[in-house]
């Protein structure tokens, strides 16, 4: 991540969201910068002096993280051309047989670059999840990138260190074909405050400083039921609908 993708990941991290992080310091993300300037009584100059990245660096909830994210040097030369970032076609949902296989075989645990907890019994932390063999280094990318945007204190204002399940043989509600969770392909965050049923902006992950945890996620491929459909916002699959 370059200081330009740091700034525009923070400035969307205090809800001030500039659209997709990806370095273009435009018109958006300028105007963005001066409304959380303005709003934290700096002086309102469209660019992120010393005074404005200090700001920046603070979490963004009422929760003190025990770090804060380290700024990118901006004085470091980037590479003139950037390969692609990748970007996995996943298979539709009715293809999921013929590309992972049985269901609930192929499983691997997957560790985490931070510690998580169970949502139905908040006093066990996790360091590791179970993950189908075929998505695990896809989402080990996306965790790592998790850890680089958000604070602690900061994951865990916005719950996505709630752990709410990956693997469970299971049709999907209400129909006979098998959820995504049966390959463990699928993995739920802070169900609690994102329910089947709850809808924008009432689900906590349908907010501004949820869109880095979201672009992440889409930029390995994986699918956002509440992006997609504004439903169970707690779940993202590797599969397409």
């Known amino acids: 991540m370059n ?3 740091w700034l525009q990941s923070r400035l969307t991290a205090h809800g001030y969201p500039v659209g997709g ?5 435009g018109p958006v993300s300028i105007a963005a910068l001066k409304a959380f300037q303005r709003a934290r009584g700096l002086e309102v100059t469209g660019k992120a002096d010393g005074t404005t990245v200090s700001h920046l660096r603070m979490p963004s909830s009422a929760v003190l993280p025990e770090k804060l994210v380290g700024v990118p040097d901006r004085n470091i030369a980037e590479p003139a051309v950037k390969p692609a970032p990748s970007r996995n076609l996943w298979p539709r949902q009715a293809d999921c047989m013929t590309v992972f296989g049985p269901v609930g075989t192929s499983q691997v645990l997957v560790e985490l670059p931070f510690a ?3 949502a139905w019994d908040k006093s066990v932390r996790i360091r590791k999840i179970s993950l ?5 280094t896809s989402a080990s990318r996306v965790f790592e990138q998790v850890a680089e945007f958000y604070t602690e204190g900061e994951r865990a204002a916005l719950g996505l260190n709630i752990f709410g399940g990956s693997l469970n043989v299971r049709r999907m509600r209400g129909g006979t074909a098998y959820s995504m969770h049966s390959w463990a392909i699928a993995i739920d965050f802070d169900p609690e405050r994102n329910g089947l049923n709850v809808k924008a902006p009432q689900a906590r992950l349908s907010h501004a400083d949820a869109v880095p945890f979201w672009e992440a996620w889409e930029a390995e491929g994986w699918l956002s039921l509440g992006r997609a459909k504004n439903f169970d916002w707690m779940h993202v699959q590797a599969a397409r609908l």
């Open 3 to 5: 200081f330009e993708q």
């Open 21 to 25: 992080i990806d370095g273009n310091v």
């Open 116 to 118: 998580m907890v169970l």
């Open 132 to 136: 189908h063999s075929k998505v695990a």
